[in-house]
T-cell receptor, first 118, second 111 residues
Framework: GAVVSQHPSWVICKSGTSVKIECRSL??????MFWYRQFPKQSLMLMAT?????????EQGVEKDKFLINHASLTLSTLTVTSAHPEDSSFYIC??????????????FGPGTRLTVL | GENVEQHPSTLSVQEGDSAVIKCTYS??????FPWYKQELGKRPQLIID?????GEKKDQRIAVTLNKTAKHFSLHITETQPEDSAVYFC??????????FGSGTRLLVRP
């Protein structure tokens, strides 16, 4: 149980275009999902907290107008990288907290999406 | 906000030896400390976690210790095997289940 998927697993796009990444909890409902970015040989950096039915909470230094997050249902959160540039190339990973996480805050991670902006 | 420091950045051990990775955190409100193993291009995999009301937890060859007073927590891997080679991340959860990660330790277990 507690499976999280991401789509696509990789994407290559031209500079200036927008890219949407989906994060789905397959066998549980997640009121809270998180989005991380990981550059090569670096750690996971939390970008934002996605809450179902409300606006995302962004970490300091993350541009909310560039990284649009929508959590329209209890099983789906989307991250849209708008007007992507080469410096946005990274590994984007989502995670979700199942309802049982109210007592034990374990997060379940998606497989990640590798974005390459040319 | 929370800041997590992790050492060492790289660690090379002989197969069968022990490996220890240490982390410190800054926010005394943090109450959950997971450790993840990540292989290249893959998602982080939870290997062990500890909550702030526990000082030590063990799962076979892996153990985690927590010193709340000093804001330190450590990962101990005994009888290392080549398949333990990966990048290990510690993390702390300051509020609302969000995780702040350490910088990672690249562990190499030499056969």
């Amino acid at each position: 149980g507690a499976v999280v998927s991401q789509h696509p697993s990789w994407v290559i796009c031209k500079s200036g275009t927008s890219v949407k990444i989906e994060c789905r909890s397959l066998d549980f409902q997640a009121t809270t999902m998180f989005w991380y970015r990981q550059f090569p040989k670096q750690s996971l950096m939390l970008m934002a907290t996605s809450n179902e039915g409300s606006k995302a909470t962004y970490e300091q230094g993350v541009e909310k107008d560039k990284f649009l997050i929508n959590h329209a249902s209890l099983t789906l959160s989307t991250l849209t990288v708008t007007s992507a540039h080469p410096e946005d190339s990274s590994f984007y990973i989502c995670s979700a907290v199942p309802p049982s996480g109210r007592n034990l805050p374990e997060q379940f991670f998606g497989p990640g999406t590798r974005l390459t902006v040319l | 906000g929370e800041n997590v420091e992790q050492h060492p950045s790289t660690l090379s051990v002989q197969e069968g030896d022990s490996a220890v990775i240490k982390c410190t955190y800054s926010d005394s409100a943090s109450n959950y400390f997971p450790w993840y193993k990540q292989e290249l291009g893959k998602r982080p995999q939870l290997i062990i976690d500890i909550r702030s009301n526990v000082g030590e937890k063990k799962d076979q060859r892996i153990a985690v210790t927590l010193n709340k007073t000093a804001k330190h927590f450590s990962l101990h891997i005994t009888e290392t095997q080549p398949e333990d080679s990966a990048v290990y991340f510690c993390a702390a959860s300051p509020i609302g289940y969000k995780l702040i990660f350490g910088s990672g330790t690249r562990l190499l277990v030499r056969p």
